[in-house]
């Protein structure tokens, strides 16, 4: 354990906490593993009914840590690539797969990979100040798990993939990728409420109850239309595109937050 993800268990509820808030939460390998592992514990633990996911410091996460070498780890090409994002969308099932009930609760920006992250959890609870979005479309990579079809629609997904552009909590409620929003001094109390009140139901009952809900999508093709979206993000994350190459290039001279900014100002 690295103390990147911290869990403590109250009357029935785990709290699990990204704790890697200097980094913005983002993710990587290590992190991953270390999630997915907490994650399975909970679910073989009979002494925890619903688990609550959530982040330390203003973000709910950046996403992927870009700083991370992940050519190292996976290897340039399109096998590599592939390998890559099957792994990130085989991580980001972690809370749909999980036979119990989760929560995400999000603060701040909720993006790209940590963005498909909470949208795999049960339920979603905002604080008003949090936003949400894709971005990685904007240097020419997509996201491991298209998730997002399934949550707010075919055409609001479009609408938001083809831009990159983020979106308010309140929007984000209307659109139904969240549940509830509250005010940032209300939001672990609210969330937690409800947790608290899902815990009362029966450990069988709620099990049963999602797996019911998880297989109905699964049975319409959403396991097979993200299985899909992962073959063809490696076919794009492998092109290399002009923007791709922009990207890395001005990162490479003059650090992250650089090309960040200079791909930004291309949406002002």
Same mark, same amino acid.
């Given at each position: +354990? ?7 268990? =109250?009357?029935?509820?785990?709290? /699990? ?6 980094? +913005?939460?983002?993710m990587n390998p290590p992190f991953m593993?270390?999630?997915?592992? /907490? ?10 009914? /619903? ?15 870009? &700083?991370?070498?992940? /050519? ?47 949208? +795999? ?18 240097? !020419? %990579? ?12 075919? &055409? ?11 979106? %308010?909590?309140?929007?984000?409620? *209307?659109?139904?990728?969240? =549940? ?10 609210? %969330? ?6 899902? !815990?009362?139901? !029966?450990?069988?009952?709620? *099990? ?6 998880? $297989? ?12 899909? @979206?992962?073959?063809? @993000?490696?076919?794009?994350?492998? $092109?290399?595109?002009? $923007?791709?190459k922009q990207f890395e290039a001005v ?14 100002? $291309?949406?002002?």
């Amino acid at each position: +354990m690295t103390g990147e993800v911290l869990c403590e268990i =109250n009357d029935k509820v785990a709290k /699990v906490t990204i704790n890697r808030a200097a980094k +913005m939460n983002s993710m990587n390998p290590p992190f991953m593993a270390e999630l997915s592992g /907490v994650l399975r514990e909970l679910d073989d633990n009979n002494d925890v009914s /619903v688990i609550i996911l959530t982040a330390d410091g203003p973000h709910f996460g950046a996403g992927y840590d870009l &700083k991370y070498n992940w /050519v190292e780890t996976y290897g340039r090409g399109p096998m590599g690539t592939r390998k890559m994002l099957k792994d990130c969308a085989d991580f980001e099932y972690g809370p749909w797969d999980c036979s119990k009930p989760v929560i995400a609760m999000v603060r701040g920006y909720c993006l790209a990979g940590s963005c498909e992250l909470a949208m +795999m959890c049960c339920i979603t609870y905002a604080s008003e100040e949090a936003m949400f979005g894709e971005p990685e479309i904007r240097f !020419s %990579t997509a996201p491991p798990a298209v998730i997002m079809p399934w949550i707010i629609g075919l &055409k609001r997904t479009r609408e938001l993939l083809y831009t990159g552009d983020m979106i %308010t909590a309140e929007e984000a409620r *209307q659109f139904g990728m969240v =549940n509830k929003v509250f005010s940032a001094d209300k939001l672990e109390e609210e %969330t937690m409420r409800y947790a608290k009140r899902a !815990s009362a139901i !029966s450990l069988e009952g709620l *099990q049963t109850t999602k797996a019911a809900i998880n $297989q109905g999508a699964e049975i319409a093709g959403l396991r097979s239309a993200i299985t899909y @979206g992962v073959e063809v @993000g490696g076919i794009l994350d492998a $092109q290399e595109t002009e $923007q791709y190459k922009q990207f890395e290039a001005v990162k490479k001279e003059k650090g992250l937050g650089a090309p960040i900014r200079w791909r930004e100002t $291309q949406f002002e």
